[in-house]
Structure formats: structure tokens, C-alpha cells
């Protein structure tokens, strides 16, 4: 463009082979000083993937025959994010389109497809149907897709939102939870702060954002704290908690016994344990567990377990502890928010609490 008349000027750019032929209904993006350019046709569908170096003025050929690629596309799109291209649409039409969501991804710095129909948690519920002539923009975290023509209906107005994995956070907080890592609030900023959760699977490496039920409020927090309540927040076995194993060294060691009590058998002759715990049983008014002790035998030999030493633990401050550890047993899963920004004044910290399915 010449700055003084403002008239803009085109000039060709001569390609050097190896290059792609020349193509239509094609789709093409830039990231980190490449563009690359995906499928099309030409006097037939193509099935290529090329990259381009502006700089350098070169062009490289990528893979785009292994299962995880897709198929030849036309009338696609094409966009990047952190290091990610996702491909959306351009099927042929046919019965298996409507039964594959038409999305695929490209890792840009190991140069290979990912097989997203496995890794991905996205495929449950509703997803878009395969379309061409559509388009896609990035914006925040988010591709928003609109338009184009679905088979034999026709050109669409549909308009979807699909979130990626969250975007750039800071001041956010992370808890376990059952085989994944919950992640809240923060903000791309420190003057942003967001009320998105999301969920990362550590088995499958893959994120998903959860959806809140209508009505509840926008909770935006940055640098607060998050802590989870109940045993789907704990990293080990919920009965690993309460009870452990005794070493395989004899017939009693075989047993579970529980943490409370300290007394070890003087010497490994014993054939039966002296105590075995009854199923806790929590009564509907009340928050308390049944902690009767079966006693089969209270005057074993080799053994610091009698009687009056049972009677003396219900009696001592231990009751209120086994209370405690009970009613935790039964409580639900809780993920509390204590404090952060936004402040309340000179309020009392605040504390919320969701419920975690």
C-alpha cells in the first residue's frame, strides 16, 4: 500500500518447488511464522497438508495419512491455538457423517494428528453435524462456528461454541478429585477474574469445562483458595483412610484392624484377632455412628486388649474422634472457595460451597 495515495498495490509471490498445486475450497491459517494449507480440490478432491514459511519463502509437506487425519475435505475451516490447529467440517456427505463429529487436531510441534474421537470427553452429548461452506474464528478460549450448508437442508444458521482447554490463568486454584484435576477461577490477568471450573481426566489428558446449574451466580475469583471435602477429594483409597493392613507375617496380621487402636500383640501366637468392628450405621436424625465393639474374647493371653480397656477408650475424648471420622465417611462431596478477590469489605472471609456429582 503506498502510504501517500493510499492505493494498495498486489505483487505475486513466485513459488519454488516443492509446492502444493494450485487449489479451491481449501482451508488455511497462520501460527508462529507458518501458514499451512489443508485439503481442497483441484479436478478432484486433494488430500494434503502443506506447511509454509514466509520468511524463508519455503514450503514442507506434512503427514495427512495416518487414521488420526482426516479424510479428503473441502469447504472447511481451519484455525489455531496454543500450538494446536483444529479442523472443522468439509466431509463428503454420506450415512458416516452423521455419525462422526467432523473435528480433528494437529500438534504443531510434534507434527502429528491426535486421535481426538478417543481422547476427547467433548463427543458426549450434542455436537454440531458436519457442514461446508462455514465459518471459524478464535476468540478468548473459545472457536465459534457459524453457518454454512448441513446435506440436503441446506445453508444454516446455527452458531456454536466450543471451548478449548482453559486458557492462560493466573491466581487460580486446582484440588483432586476422583481421577481428575479440578481447576477454578483465576484469570488471564489479575484484574480478570473468571468463575469457569474445569475439569483435566489424568487417564485420558484431556479437559472439560463444567456446566453450572440455571440460576446459580457468577462466582469470579482470582488468588483465593479452593479445597475439596469428601472422599472423592482424597488421592487414596476411601477405606484406606480408616483402616489398614498389618503386615503378611502371620494368620492376625491378615486382618484389617483400625488406626485407633495402638495395642500390638506381644507375640505372634495368637490365631484369631481379639476385636472385629461392626458396619457403622448412621441414624437419619442424627449424625452419629452405632460404635458397639463385638468382643469375642476379652481375656486373650499375649494381648494389651481387655475388657476394661474398651470400656476406658468409649469413655475417653477417642469417642468423639471416631464420631468425627464417621460423619466424614457420609458426608457429600463439597468443593469450598475461601476468600480472594473481589474483597467484601470488612466483612467476614467469604465461603462458598458447590456440590460436586
Not at 457459524?146 to 445453508?155: H, P, T, V
Not at 457420609?330 to 462458598?352: N, R, T
Request: aromatic content about 10%; charged content about 20%; some cysteine.
Amino acid at each position: 500500500m503506498n502510504q501517500g495515495s493510499g492505493a494498495c498495490l498486489w505483487t505475486s509471490v513466485p513459488q519454488h518447488c516443492p509446492a502444493p498445486c494450485d487449489r479451491y475450497k481449501h482451508a488455511s491459517c497462520a501460527h508462529r511464522g507458518h501458514v499451512y494449507i489443508l485439503g481442497g480440490r483441484e479436478t478432484c478432491l486433494l488430500r494434503d497438508f502443506w506447511k509454509y514459511n514466509v520468511v524463508c519463502d519455503k514450503w514442507a509437506k506434512l503427514p495427512c495419512d495416518s487414521e488420526e487425519a482426516p479424510e479428503e475435505l473441502e469447504e472447511h475451516t481451519m484455525v489455531a491455538y496454543q500450538g494446536f490447529l483444529y479442523v472443522f467440517g468439509g466431509m463428503q456427505d454420506s450415512s458416516y457423517t452423521n455419525s462422526k463429529m467432523p473435528l480433528w487436531v494437529f500438534d504443531t510441534v510434534k507434527e502429528c494428528w491426535i486421535n481426538w474421537k478417543t481422547r476427547s470427553e467433548t463427543l458426549q452429548g450434542e455436537t454440531p453435524a458436519n457442514r461446508k461452506g462455514h465459518s471459524a474464528v478464535i476468540f478468548g478460549s473459545s472457536m465459534y462456528v457459524y453457518g454454512g450448508y448441513i446435506d440436503i437442508r441446506g445453508s444454516t444458521k446455527e452458531f456454536w461454541k466450543f471451548d478449548f482447554g482453559p486458557s492462560r490463568l493466573v491466581g487460580h486454584s486446582a484440588v483432586f478429585f476422583k481421577d481428575s484435576m479440578l481447576i477454578f477461577g483465576g484469570g488471564e490477568t489479575q484484574s480478570s477474574p473468571q468463575s469457569s471450573l474445569w475439569r483435566f481426566n489424568l487417564t485420558t489428558k484431556t479437559w472439560k469445562k463444567l456446566a453450572m446449574l440455571p440460576g446459580s451466580p457468577a462466582l469470579c475469583r482470582i488468588h483465593h483458595c479452593s479445597i475439596g471435602i469428601g472422599q472423592s477429594f482424597q488421592p487414596t483409597s476411601p477405606n484406606g483412610i480408616y483402616l489398614r493392613k498389618i503386615p503378611n507375617s502371620h494368620n492376625i496380621y491378615n486382618k484389617l484392624r483400625p488406626f485407633k487402636n495402638k495395642c500390638q500383640p506381644s507375640r505372634p501366637t495368637l490365631q484369631e484377632p481379639c476385636i472385629e468392628l461392626q458396619t457403622f450405621h448412621m441414624d437419619k436424625n442424627k449424625y452419629l455412628p452405632d460404635l458397639s465393639i463385638a468382643v469375642k474374647d476379652t481375656k486373650l493371653k499375649g494381648t494389651c486388649l481387655t475388657q476394661e480397656a474398651i470400656s476406658e477408650k468409649l469413655n475417653s475424648g477417642d469417642l468423639a474422634e471416631e464420631t468425627e471420622d464417621a460423619m466424614f465417611l457420609h458426608m457429600p462431596d463439597l468443593l469450598l472457595v475461601l476468600g480472594g478477590k473481589p474483597l467484601q469489605g470488612h466483612h467476614a472471609i467469604s465461603v462458598w460451597h458447590m456440590t460436586m456429582a
